[in-house]
């Protein structure tokens, strides 16, 4: 495709704000039809331009030129007039509206008698659903569904406006193999009808396999552009953090600890929108990372919850070291040892207006208290440790949680687990967002925790992030566990295929056990 296709472009763009420069000189050129990958690690400047090309900031020197013609858009309202979508790795919609109603708010249809029309906005709601891969009932409530589920419902609001250039910044973060081919259609669809597409991404394989062509952003400048035929990850791995990118050769570790964490035939209701467990019994040992991996409406989360006591349980039993924790709450789960990361760090993980410290230490109030009043010396000097062992990049642990990126958020979030001193931390989707860097740091971590002597477990879709982090994988289907594989015998074949089972071979007693 030539230059003369360009459709949108920046260039010069410098963004300063008091204290730093977000963006130094960058220019980036959007041609009609194409996926561009806009990529590098958090702090790199990629938000920052998203925001400018997508009129949520202006910058403080350069030009934006749409079809040849300067603009200067003051407002998110002002580029999407133009026809400029920006789809948000943190969900925008309301949870307490229907999927249809989500989809069209601020587009309703309106009849001839200027009233909206439902009736039109149910029947092209259940088109855009269908394009998405998705049956589900528009007059479903969103809140009712799974994370997933709901970022697709976002893409699908960006299908209702008709965009010519849509920015996606990480699209994928909450979906699995299946639902990733369905959105991965739609955006060939999309480009091959002339729709400029920026992508923004942690998974560079990813990358490479949607996008014509990639821009690298290293600490807010241009540092590298490339047809992504031409290139492969360790080029962009090395663009972005300035060092050559050398494969980890992790060895297996055959973990010989006592079993801490002994699941027995567990069973969760099925709700709208989750899925529910049938008599799901595994092991974690001490010093070992069991991987759990399974599509969108595997049950994983639902599994986690489960064991916390956050969601009902109908059968079945957990114990942990012997100790049986059936009929405990939340709070007293983790006071015995088990604890959890959360799949949703903005909705269940942080406490918006605390700082760094005080999200760190909700979870271990009791233990830090003296008399009903927190042992400040006792709590920081744990929190400064966590926050060194956990690499958190901040001014200090005064600093707001609002004000760090996405990967030191998680850190934050990991961070106030384990200073609850857990005897097995369960990890949901734990580098969901984050940047390569952030998430080598994150598996690091958990295998550091195991190292420890803690049992710890962590669900993903991402099967590379499996095969690198798992001691030991469980492959979830459908409420069920469809397989166990050690690390040694798994590949991202044998993991899709028992993650796709549509059956399962049970024991004769008709439950899965895995030891």
Same mark, same amino acid.
């Not at 729709?195 to 990358?207: F, G, K, N, P, T």
């Not at 953090?241 to 801490?260: I, L």
């Given at each position: 495709?030539?230059?003369?296709?360009?459709?949108?472009?920046?260039?010069?763009?410098?963004?300063?704000?008091?204290?730093?420069?977000?963006?130094?000189?960058?220019?980036?050129?959007?041609?009609?039809?194409?996926?561009?990958?806009?990529?590098?690690?958090?702090?790199?400047?990629?938000?920052?331009?998203?925001?400018?090309?997508?009129?949520?900031?202006?910058?403080?020197?350069?030009?934006?030129?749409?079809?040849?013609?300067?603009?200067?858009?003051?407002?998110?309202?002002?580029?999407?007039?133009?026809?400029?979508?920006?789809?948000?790795?943190?969900?925008?919609?309301?949870?307490?509206?229907?999927?249809?109603?989500?989809?069209?708010?601020?587009?309703?249809?309106?009849?001839?008698?200027?009233?909206?029309?439902?009736?039109?906005?149910?029947?092209?709601?259940?088109?855009?659903?269908?394009?998405?891969?998705?049956?589900?009932?528009?007059?479903?409530?969103?809140?009712?569904?799974?994370?997933?589920?709901?970022?697709?419902?976002?893409?699908?609001?960006?299908?209702?406006?008709?965009?010519?250039?849509?920015?996606?910044?990480?699209?994928?973060?909450?979906?699995?193999?299946?639902?990733?081919?369905?959105?991965?259609?739609?955006?060939?669809?999309?480009?091959?009808?002339?729709?400029?597409?920026?992508?923004?991404?942690?998974?560079?394989?990813?990358?490479?396999?949607?996008?014509?062509?990639?821009?690298?952003?290293?600490?807010?400048?241009?540092?590298?552009?490339?047809?992504?035929?031409?290139?492969?990850?360790?080029?962009? !791995?090395?663009?972005?953090? *300035? =060092?050559?990118?050398?494969? +980890?050769?992790?060895? /297996? &570790?055959?973990? @010989?600890?006592? %079993?801490?964490?002994?699941?027995?035939?567990?069973? !969760?209701?099925?709700?709208? *929108? =989750?899925?529910?467990?049938? +008599?799901?019994?595994? /092991? &974690?040992?001490? @010093?070992?990372? %069991?991987?759990?991996?399974?599509?969108?409406?595997?049950?994983?989360?639902?599994?986690?919850?489960?064991?916390?006591?956050?969601?009902?349980?109908?059968?079945?039993?957990?114990?942990?070291?012997?100790?049986?924790?059936?009929?405990?709450?939340?709070?007293?789960?983790?006071?015995?040892?088990?604890?959890?990361?959360?799949?949703?760090?903005?909705?269940?993980?942080?406490?918006?207006?605390?700082?760094?410290?005080?999200?760190?230490?909700?979870?271990?109030?009791?233990?830090?208290?003296?008399?009903?009043?927190?042992?400040?010396?006792?709590?920081?000097?744990?929190?400064?440790?966590?926050?060194?062992?956990?690499?958190?990049?901040?001014?200090?642990?005064?600093?707001?949680?609002?004000?760090?990126?996405?990967?030191?958020?998680?850190?934050?979030?990991?961070?106030?687990?384990?200073?609850?001193?857990?005897?097995?931390?369960?990890?949901?989707?734990?580098?969901?967002?984050?940047?390569?860097?952030?998430?080598?740091?994150?598996?690091?971590?958990?295998?550091?925790?195991?190292?420890?002597?803690?049992?710890?477990?962590?669900?993903?879709?991402?099967?590379?992030?499996?095969?690198?982090?798992?001691?030991?994988?469980?492959?979830?289907?459908?409420?069920?566990?469809?397989?166990?594989?050690?690390?040694?015998?798994?590949?991202?074949?044998?993991?899709?295929?028992?993650?796709?089972?549509?059956?399962?071979?049970?024991?004769?007693?008709?439950?899965?056990?895995?030891?």
């Amino acid at each position: 495709m030539t230059d003369d296709a360009c459709l949108y472009e920046a260039t010069h763009i410098t963004k300063a704000y008091p204290g730093t420069t977000a963006l130094r000189d960058v220019t980036f050129r959007l041609r009609a039809g194409e996926v561009h990958a806009l990529i590098g690690e958090n702090g790199a400047g990629k938000s920052t331009l998203v925001k400018i090309l997508a009129g949520v900031d202006v910058p403080t020197s350069g030009t934006l030129r749409l079809d040849g013609r300067d603009v200067a858009f003051r407002s998110v309202g002002e580029a999407a007039a133009r026809g400029i979508g920006l789809i948000h790795q943190e969900l925008q919609l309301f949870p307490d509206l229907s999927i249809a109603e989500n989809l069209f708010v601020g587009r309703e249809r309106v009849n001839r008698w200027g009233t909206i029309d439902t009736a039109g906005q149910m029947d092209e709601a259940r088109r855009v659903l269908r394009r998405l891969g998705q049956d589900l009932d528009p007059r479903a409530m969103l809140g009712a569904l799974p994370l997933g589920l709901q970022q697709i419902v976002e893409i699908g609001r960006a299908l209702v406006a008709e965009t010519r250039v849509l920015m996606m910044d990480e699209p994928t973060s909450a979906l699995t193999t299946a639902e990733i081919r369905v959105l991965f259609a739609i955006i060939r669809d999309l480009a091959a009808r002339g729709v400029a597409i920026v992508y923004i991404s942690h998974h560079l394989h990813e990358l490479i396999e949607i996008a014509d062509r990639v821009t690298v952003l290293r600490d807010g400048v241009h540092v590298g552009e490339a047809a992504t035929s031409t290139i492969d990850v360790p080029w962009i !791995v090395e663009r972005m953090t *300035g =060092r050559r990118a050398d494969r +980890r050769n992790r060895q /297996q &570790v055959a973990p @010989g600890g006592d %079993v801490v964490l002994d699941v027995r035939d567990l069973s !969760v209701p099925a709700a709208p *929108g =989750r899925t529910g467990l049938d +008599r799901v019994s595994l /092991q &974690v040992r001490a @010093g070992e990372v %069991v991987g759990i991996y399974g599509l969108l409406g595997a049950g994983r989360t639902e599994l986690f919850e489960g064991l916390m006591g956050v969601c009902p349980v109908t059968g079945g039993e957990v114990r942990l070291s012997g100790r049986r924790l059936d009929g405990l709450d939340v709070s007293d789960r983790v006071a015995c040892g088990l604890a959890m990361v959360p799949e949703d760090r903005q909705a269940a993980g942080l406490v918006q207006p605390l700082d760094i410290l005080q999200n760190m230490a909700l979870s271990s109030l009791p233990r830090l208290a003296s008399w009903g009043l927190v042992r400040s010396s006792m709590e920081a000097a744990e929190g400064t440790a966590l926050a060194q062992r956990l690499r958190v990049k901040a001014a200090g642990l005064e600093t707001p949680v609002t004000a760090l990126s996405g990967g030191n958020q998680q850190k934050v979030v990991i961070a106030r687990s384990v200073m609850a001193r857990p005897r097995v931390l369960l990890f949901d989707d734990p580098t969901r967002g984050v940047d390569v860097a952030a998430k080598a740091e994150i598996l690091e971590t958990m295998r550091s925790l195991a190292a420890d002597g803690l049992g710890v477990a962590f669900a993903s879709s991402d099967l590379a992030e499996i095969l690198d982090g798992a001691d030991r994988v469980l492959v979830m289907a459908r409420g069920h566990i469809s397989g166990e594989v050690p690390i040694a015998d798994a590949t991202e074949a044998s993991l899709t295929a028992l993650a796709s089972a549509s059956a399962l071979v049970a024991e004769s007693d008709g439950a899965v056990h895995v030891h």
